[in-house]
């Protein structure tokens, strides 16, 4: 169930603080912990803000019931990390009546334009950089054909959609089969499950997993141990993840995780400088984007072309870490 805490507790007397509700996706990875984090490190009472925070559980309803309360409240700004991508307008519209500026983090809403600023991540981009390595990475090694199974994020989140879009765009344009495309909702048991399933049902078929994220990641890995499939830069299956959080960029280093496609969580201290625009008359820029970096085990290919760019993959090394 979704959880609700005032990180802070605001002097009753003080009035200064500026109060901000925060619709958090969750607590189902890594990246989401640091996500959090981020926002309760930024918008701490030393640093000005009451923030009430409220973990919504994956769940659509909890989260515009949180928004909803944020209204009732009459908090100063609402930050929204929208669980699935849709079904946003009214709520929206609600908070644009109640005059609260809305700043969204991470994910996209794609049926509503009724928010100030957008900060976050390319996904679609990502699911590009993973294919456009995955080619170059497959010529080097000469590995022929590509059958690939695919570990889905959660149904409905921009962060699924786009990953799966850009990688499936580039399946197409170099003709590799997808066997399989499944939600491990972007958890370590999600994962497991979903790549214990494809270990019985594709065993000996397929020689590259992407998994949407780095804890799905750490679940394949336990169920393909389990299935004695060999995995990372010494085995018979590519293992590609995305986040780049710290214990998985180790897992790169090792070699058991081929390459990484980071997905920045520290939204916050862009969206504090949103509010100080906003509380200077100023106009933010409606969409701000992190910068991210691309991670391989191995030194093989230096540059990818996305969307006509080229873009480095870093080669991990200890330095990385
Ligand atoms: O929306 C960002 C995604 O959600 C991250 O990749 C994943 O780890 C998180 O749960």
């Known amino acids: 169930a979704a959880t609700a805490e005032t990180t802070d507790t605001a002097d009753a007397g003080s009035g200064d603080l500026i109060s901000i509700g925060f619709a958090q996706v969750g607590h189902e990875s ?27 559980d994956n769940d659509s309803a909890a989260q515009l019931e949180a928004v909803r309360g944020f209204i009732q409240q009459d908090v100063d700004y609402i930050i929204i990390d929208p669980i699935v991508s849709t079904g946003w307008d009214t ?44 080619k170059a990475y497959a010529d080097a090694k ?12 959660s149904t409905g989140a921009s962060a699924t959609i786009g990953r799966t879009d850009g990688f499936k765009e580039i399946a197409d344009k170099y003709g590799w089969t997808i066997l399989d495309s499944q939600s491990g909702d972007f958890t370590e048991a999600g994962g497991q499950e979903v790549m214990e399933s494809f ?33 990372g830069v010494d085995g018979d299956v590519v293992l590609v993840s995305f986040d780049a959080n710290k214990p998985a960029l180790q897992l790169v280093m090792d070699g058991k995780i081929t390459a990484n496609f980071e997905c920045n969580p520290m939204a916050a201290p862009f969206v504090e400088q949103v509010i100080q625009q906003l509380q200077a008359g100023e106009t933010p820029e409606k969409e701000i984007y992190m ?14 072309n996305v969307n006509g760019t080229q873009q480095e993959m870093v080669h991990v090394t200890q330095d990385v870490l």
């Open 142 to 153: 000469g590995m022929g054909e590509i059958n690939a199974l695919v570990i889905e994020g």
């Open 30 to 56: 890594d990246w989401r912990t640091a996500s959090t984090k981020s926002a309760q490190d930024v918008f701490s009472e030393a640093n000005g803000y009451e923030l009430s925070f409220v973990d919504c």
């Open 91 to 134: 709520v929206l519209t609600e908070c644009e009546d109640a005059g609260i500026p809305v700043i969204v983090i991470d994910r996209t809403i794609d049926d509503s334009d009724k928010y100030v600023s957008w900060v976050g991540s390319n996904f679609k981009d990502e699911g590009l950089a993973c294919g456009e390595w995955l």
């Open 199 to 231: 270990c019985q049902s594709y065993a000996g078929q397929f020689n590259v997993v992407i998994c949407q994220n780095d804890n799905e990641a750490f679940g394949a890995m336990t169920a393909m141990d389990n299935a004695g499939v060999s995995y």
């Open 291 to 304: 910068d991210e970096s691309w991670f391989a085990a191995e030194d093989i290919v230096s540059t990818i």
